[in-house]
Each structure stands twice: as C-alpha cells, then as structure tokens.
C-alpha cells in the first residue's frame, strides 16, 4: 500500500460512524480538562486551578449499591443525537458549575465499562434548548464503569418545580433504562444524588444500578 492509500484509509477510519463508540477514550485525570467558559458566572476556574484537576474521580470511593436504579418519566424535552461530550459548558452559558460523578454498576454492583448515558437538562433559568443541543450531550463510562459530567445546576420551570436532570443509561448490548436525577432538598426514593460544596463548583455523585 503506498502512502496516499495508508493516508486514505485513515481519514476514512476516522470518519467512521462507529468511530464514537469504538474508539471512546477512558476518562482519567490526564486527559480529562475541564471546561472553562469564562461566561459562566462562578467563580474563575480552569485546568490549572481546578482543585480536582488532579483527580476528577478522587472523592467517588468505591462502588456502592443500594438497589436498582428506579425508571422515571422520560418528559417532552429529548432529543436524540445529541453530541458525544463529558462538559455542557458553552459559551453564554451561565449558572452554578457543577460536576456529576459517578459508577454504572450492574446488579451485582460491578462497574460496566463503555455504557452508555446520555443527559438533558435545563438550563439555570429552567429552559430546554429544543432546537439545538445546549446541555444535551452523551457519553460513555471508562474501564472502570465511571462517568463524569461537567454543567451547571438546572433551573426550576414553571410546569415542574423540582431541580432535575434527565438521563438514558444502557450497558452495551442492554436496554435503555430512562430516569432523572434530584436534588437533597426535593429528594426522590432512589433518584436522589449525594451533593458536596467544593470551593467553586458543586461536586454531585450519583451511581445507577441497571438490572443486568
Ligand atoms: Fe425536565
């Protein structure tokens, strides 16, 4: 093969619609960099100050599992194809960081590599963007089972007065378990996830179990 096929054969790997999924890079602390969108109104962070830089996973612990993950309404606001990200930071986004954490486990509590997520939310001010993809994006969990979203607190809308994310999770080869994610202060049975305050941002952990 002469170089101009080997160069061919390359960009024609890399534009492969399978790409995505088969060649997702594990999350950990060196490649990881969090986003920092200077509108974001918290304060000033960015890869060199953020305290977590080091270690993005550093307070999620070993896995725990306390039942499976209940299912919850899927709502009027998905939308499928959203971009494959780890942050839905973005420019003119403003609101309260925060960074969601955490294990997709099966039954037996064991970590499932390479599930998938996908999370929806609104925006601080409780709106969707259901015409483009502001705070969708999906992704897939490291070798370890774990997953890592970097956003901003949902805002409360009118029609639903309860801070919430929207999310899918499937192992690979799974069914599509459809839930949403609470808040300590509006707590939901089994949905609710822990919440820490960093120095800037909210540290938000959450482990779905899926019936595997
Ligand atoms: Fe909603």
């Not at 599992?65 to 403003?94: F, I, M």
Request: charged share 15%.
């Amino acid at each position: 093969m002469n170089r101009t096929l080997i160069v061919l054969a390359l960009v024609l790997g890399a534009c492969s619609p399978s790409r995505a999924q088969t060649s997702y890079p594990a999350m950990t602390a060196t490649n990881y960099i969090p986003q920092n969108p200077s509108s974001v109104e918290t304060p000033t962070t960015g890869p060199e100050t953020f305290p977590q830089a080091a270690d993005p996973f550093a307070k999620l612990g070993e896995p725990l599992c306390t039942g499976l993950t209940p299912e919850n309404a899927e709502g009027p606001y998905y939308k499928a194809g959203s971009p494959e990200r780890n942050s839905l930071l973005g420019e003119g986004l403003v609101g309260d960081r925060m960074i969601l954490i955490g294990y997709v486990l099966d039954s037996d509590c064991t970590p499932i590599p390479k599930a998938w997520l996908d999370f929806w939310q609104a925006d601080s001010n409780g709106n969707y963007d259901n015409s483009g993809f502001i705070l969708r994006g999906h992704q897939y969990t490291d070798e370890q089972g774990r997953y890592l979203l970097e956003t901003v607190l949902p805002g409360l809308y009118a029609s639903r007065p309860i801070q919430h994310i929207h999310v899918k999770v499937q192992a690979p080869g799974g069914g599509i378990l459809t839930t949403q994610l609470y808040f300590p202060d509006q707590a939901v049975q089994g949905l609710t996830v822990q919440v820490e305050s960093m120095e800037k941002y909210q540290l938000v952990i959450f482990n779905f179990v899926l019936d595997q």
